[in-house]
């Protein structure tokens, strides 16, 4: 009787420690999954703030110029395709789309237009565009940072068990898009 007890007990704690582990583990990486979520939206709240930066920037310039429509078209387009992004892969394609449009816009209507960099409204919004994108920059770090931890719970072993049960995958790290490789043209005219 003495022993049957203690095989009981020794199952019961056996399945208590399994149990408590498996849970341990899963809450993990649903923390770690989240943070995950909050940096992409994080990105998402900067990639939005440079995009609702643009109507003021087109405001401040159309003062000064016909500005040329199918560049304006471009960088309007692009902001869409910004706001409508999902995911890491999606959002990069589309803000480096956006990054290409406002540079040619920016660097078009300031070489035609030189007083328009002495502009004072010009020149606050170039400031907090400049802002906006380090803002970018770090949340794009941070979140690059959130998934490695992620990813790296979700491979390693005994996680890769526990994820392939609850079916948590890695994800996708932001990544710049290939045109980012290319030296930037420099003009101080």
Excluded: C, H
Excluded at 117 to 125: G, H
Excluded at 158 to 167: E, L, Q, R, T, Y
């Amino acid at each position: 009787m003495k022993k049957g007890l203690i095989a009981i007990i020794a199952v019961v704690a056996l399945v208590a420690i399994i149990a408590i582990s498996l849970t341990g583990s899963y809450n993990g990486f649903v923390d770690k999954e989240e943070a995950v979520k909050t940096a992409q939206s994080t990105i998402s709240v900067q990639l939005q703030r440079r995009a609702d930066l643009i109507p003021n920037f087109v405001a401040s310039v159309k003062g000064y110029s016909d500005y040329e429509q199918s560049t304006l078209t471009a960088v309007t387009e692009a902001r869409s395709k910004v706001a409508a992004a999902q995911g890491a892969a999606e959002q990069a394609q589309a803000s480096a789309q956006l990054d290409s449009a406002i540079d040619i816009w920016v660097n078009a209507v300031t070489e035609a237009y030189p007083e328009l960099k002495a502009n004072e409204q010009y020149k606050a919004l170039q400031d907090e565009l400049a802002g906006t994108e380090n803002r970018i920059a770090v949340a794009r770090k941070d979140y690059n940072d959130a998934a490695q931890v992620y990813n790296k719970s979700v491979r390693r072993f005994p996680g890769s068990i526990v994820a392939g049960i609850f079916g948590f995958e890695q994800v996708e790290y932001f990544e710049a898009d290939e045109s980012a490789n290319q030296v930037p043209t420099v003009d101080f005219s």
